[in-house]
């Protein structure tokens, strides 16, 4: 983590006028590191793909650890109330996206099954174990 005493500059240049002129310069040092953007050439285009990447991996690892703490693993869960629950997740985290209970596939092993809840067949998702999940 940087401290106000590791402020960068290039020659004559301060960090905050280096700042000024290109916010992105602050966000990849901070987040990739002063060796992943030399890696990247200092090319705009490859650190703004990285600090995609960054911020994908940082979002699902967010929605995994929401689903681990509100939803049973290795039980059956009827897929309307997955999906109620990960809708709530989504706009938690500000996600402009529809909820689907299958959408539980990106990050867990999963398996399909039906149960008769209340003497009818309800579509339930069973969540077996969370996928392997790496944060650079």
Same mark, same amino acid.
């Given at each position: =983590?940087?401290? %106000? ?32 953007? #030399? ?30 703490? *509100? ?16 809708? #709530? $997740?989504?706009? *938690? ?9 299958? *959408?539980?596939?990106?990050?867990? *092993? ?14 339930? $998702? =069973?969540?077996? #174990? %969370? #996928? ?5």
């Amino acid at each position: =983590m940087r401290t %106000a005493s590791d402020k960068f500059s290039l020659g004559c240049f301060t960090e905050d006028l280096i700042v000024r002129r290109n916010p992105l310069v602050r966000e990849s040092y901070e987040k990739l590191g002063a060796e992943r953007v #030399r890696e990247l050439n200092y090319n705009q285009t490859q650190i703004k793909r990285e600090l995609l990447k960054y911020e994908k991996a940082e979002q699902a690892y967010k929605i995994v650890q929401r689903i681990k703490n *509100d939803l049973p693993q290795q039980t059956a869960v009827p897929a309307k109330i997955i999906k109620a629950k990960l809708q #709530r $997740i989504y706009d *938690d985290l500000e996600i402009a996206q529809t909820a689907k209970a299958t *959408d539980l596939a990106k990050w867990f *092993d999963i398996q399909p099954c039906y149960r008769n809840i209340d003497g009818k067949n309800t579509a339930c $998702i =069973m969540i077996i #174990r %969370a #996928r392997l999940m790496r944060i650079n």
